[in-house]
């Protein structure tokens, strides 16, 4: 772990630590360092070294430094000692840094050879062999993050690690090679243990060694497709990645080979109808609400994955309206992408659901009452259409043309039983780390079918003020995987919450993708199964007293309830998009009156702060 504390205008590591996954309590690879060089040093002497930072974009920002500022050239082929590349996207994602360092010494062993001499005795004799194995010394950076998206204090409970990460005066001085105190240490361990542990779990024990989740997700989803499983038994003449690929392409072809007349990939085509999820708040005012629910849909992306029709095959593409298709193509194709031109205007006590970004003409966070009498050009899966049509007046001026795809439920029937079977039994034996694995993997898998085949990527250099920046190079692209499964995906995830929300319409005031937030009793929501646990069916999350709600991802709920069940302390929850975790505890302490304690680590601004006692109604 690298830490960057800012000393008036220059920033820089004030400690590092490393530890060793096979065994993080290994006190010979548990070393901490009072400045960076020493981790620097340390990796260095190993031929091959996987080394994870826990948000590498901010740890990586401080390596990039170390190496440019100490005589290290960029090179995509480390073709040379003192040379390192990088893995980071135009979109600003950092996924790996590779490091050659000075390469190591040569190793040279003595060997005995023993000779029958023509007397016939045996002659023993020694000589000098060099070491045949590679002495160049590279370690690559990777990000822990990428691998377990929690935040570092969330790991413990989500994989039952028997520690909790530390805290410390993080306003405190600290200067340069400064001797560090028993609590630092201690903090740092744990900041080091924590992941180590969890990735431990996921690399070593489970296999995950991809380098993120939703990565090894689809390797573990090829390898369960059955037409893969039935092939190995027989197939002995291709390698098994190699097989299974070529079984993923015969269910899912790669799209970025078939063409429109304008020159537009199927891919790009489909692309265009991708979107995420519906986070909506319904009123365009700060509303205070007394008494309130919250229910979530258990595995939203994973039910519908397991419950509606996807597509799959090659696509046939056609012109004008899907509805003119030939009845027989229709039944072979019965899940289709449209291309329209279009105005709509929302109907009455309807709730909006559609967006539209990068034409300029409309707020792009904005979900639209209206076109604003403007024509307007979308891309719509089937289920997206339909559910336009049903919330507004929705007038299609010109078909143009579209996709159509053969579908079909349960193509990722046996994935989903297999890792929700691991969720379930994991959960009921209390292995949490497994827990959160299985529950990972059924959440990734969608997502990488949407991956962009496009790559830019960023390459850094150290500026005429001697720092850290980029430009941006064009990256060699990669074959598409499927993107109409992530579409579809997505489409029939909003279509369950944005239909579930509409049936509640007076009494909703709130969704964000998988959960909505309404004001009434449980027994009064209509067409919204309950179970704990069932795909598709929604769970009893929460139940508030009272709560704000601002706008999207900006409110509280003081939470009375779990599960139906009243709690020994309530809490509020706050949600703030953009604030961080010290912000919202402070208003929530100065809610409650609190009185700071000699103990509290709080600054002059953070006691002031604290002196002014506030309600619900002082969040907007």
Same mark, same amino acid.
């Given at each position: 772990t690298l830490t960057g504390k800012d000393v008036i205008d220059e920033t820089y590591v004030w400690a590092s630590g490393v530890c060793s996954i096979d065994n993080p309590y290994d006190e010979n690879y548990l070393k901490?360092?009072?400045?960076?060089?020493?981790?620097?040093?340390?990796?260095?002497?190993f031929p091959l070294c996987e080394c994870f930072f826990h948000n590498l974009k901010f740890d990586g920002h401080f390596i990039v430094y170390y190496l440019e500022s100490h005589g290290f050239i960029y090179d995509d082929d480390?073709?040379?000692?003192?040379?390192?590349?990088?893995?980071?996207?135009?979109?600003?994602?950092?996924?790996?840094?590779?490091?050659?360092?000075?390469?190591?010494?040569?190793?040279?062993?003595?060997?005995?050879r023993k000779r029958k001499m023509k007397d016939g005795s045996i002659k023993e004799y020694q000589y000098?062999?060099?070491?045949?194995?590679?002495?160049? &010394?590279?370690?690559? %950076?990777?990000?822990s993050l990428k691998k377990i998206p929690l935040p570092l204090r969330d790991i413990p409970k989500a994989y039952g690690i028997p520690m909790n990460k530390l805290s410390i005066d993080y306003t405190k001085y600290r200067p340069r090679n400064g001797e560090l105190t028993d609590e630092e240490i201690a903090y740092l361990k744990a900041d080091l243990q924590i992941p180590a542990l969890a990735l431990q779990n996921d690399i =070593?024990?489970?296999?995950?060694?991809?380098?993120?989740?939703?990565?090894? &997700?689809?390797?573990?989803?090829?390898?369960?497709?059955?037409?893969?499983?039935?092939?190995?038994k027989y197939n002995h003449a291709i390698g098994l990645n190699k097989l299974k690929d070529e079984c993923f392409r015969s269910l899912f072809p790669c799209l970025d080979e078939f063409y429109l007349d304008n020159q537009m990939s199927y891919d790009t085509f489909a692309r265009k109808s991708y979107k995420g999820g519906w986070t909506y708040y319904k009123y365009d005012e700060v509303r205070t609400i007394d008494d309130g629910l919250v229910f979530d849909v258990n595995s939203l992306y994973p039910?519908?994955?397991?419950?509606?029709?996807?597509?799959?095959?090659?696509?046939?593409?056609?012109?004008?309206?899907?509805?003119?298709?030939?009845? =027989? =193509?229709?039944?072979?194709?019965?899940?289709?992408?449209?291309?329209?031109?279009c105005q709509f205007m929302i109907k009455e006590d309807h709730l909006p659901c559609i967006q539209i970004k990068g034409t300029g003409r409309f707020t792009e966070t904005e979900y639209l009452k209206g076109s604003q009498g403007q024509d307007v050009e979308l891309y719509l899966t089937s289920v997206d259409l339909k559910l336009f049509q049903d919330q507004y007046n929705f007038v299609v001026l010109e078909w143009i043309d579209g996709?159509? %795809?053969?579908?079909?439920?349960?193509?990722?029937?046996?994935?989903?039983?297999?890792?929700?079977?691991?969720?379930?039994?994991?959960?009921?034996?209390?292995?949490?780390?497994?827990?959160?694995?299985?529950?990972?993997?059924l959440n990734s898998l969608y997502g990488k079918f949407g991956t962009n085949p496009e790559s830019k990527m960023k390459h850094p250099y150290l500026d005429d003020n001697n720092v850290v920046s980029f430009f941006v190079e064009q990256g060699d692209n990669r074959e598409s995987y499927y993107t109409p499964v992530a579409s579809f995906t997505t489409?029939? &995830?909003?279509?369950?919450?944005?239909?579930? &929300?509409?049936?509640?319409?007076?009494?909703?005031?709130?969704?964000?993708?998988?959960?909505?937030?309404?004001?009434?009793?449980?027994?009064?929501l209509?067409?919204?199964?309950?179970?704990?646990?069932? %795909?598709?069916?929604?769970?009893?999350?929460?139940c508030w007293d009272e709560a704000i709600f601002s706008r999207q991802k900006t409110y509280i709920e003081h939470v009375t309830h779990e599960n139906l069940k009243p709690i020994d302390k309530p809490y509020y929850n706050i949600k703030c998009a953009g604030m961080s975790k010290k912000p919202k505890k402070l208003f929530e302490l100065s809610m409650m009156g609190y009185v700071p304690q000699p103990e509290d680590n709080f600054t002059e601004e953070d006691l002031e702060f604290l002196k002014t006692k506030r309600t619900i109604e002082d969040f907007k």
């Open positions: 901490i360092w009072n400045n960076d060089e020493g981790l620097y040093n340390f990796l260095s002497q480390l073709s040379r000692e003192k040379s390192y590349r990088t893995l980071i996207t135009n979109d600003g994602q950092w996924y790996m840094i590779t490091v050659r360092w000075m390469d190591l010494p040569e190793k040279q062993y003595t060997k005995t000098q062999e060099k070491s045949r194995h590679s002495r160049k &010394a590279i370690t690559e %950076f990777k990000d =070593i024990k489970e296999g995950r060694d991809k380098l993120t989740a939703s990565a090894d &997700a689809m390797d573990d989803f090829k390898s369960r497709n059955p037409l893969f499983i039935a092939k190995t039910s519908v994955m397991y419950e509606c029709p996807l597509p799959y095959g090659k696509p046939y593409y056609y012109k004008g309206c899907y509805d003119d298709l030939d009845s =027989i =193509i229709k039944n072979d194709y019965p899940l289709y992408i449209c291309h329209v031109v996709l159509a %795809f053969k579908g079909k439920i349960g193509i990722f029937k046996e994935y989903i039983d297999y890792w929700s079977k691991i969720k379930i039994e994991a959960g009921k034996s209390g292995n949490k780390a497994l827990r959160s694995l299985a529950k990972r993997m489409a029939w &995830a909003r279509n369950k919450t944005i239909r579930s &929300a509409q049936c509640n319409y007076d009494r909703f005031y709130y969704a964000d993708t998988d959960s909505i937030h309404c004001n009434c009793k449980p027994e009064d209509v067409d919204v199964p309950v179970h704990p646990t069932d %795909f598709c069916k929604w769970k009893l999350e929460s």
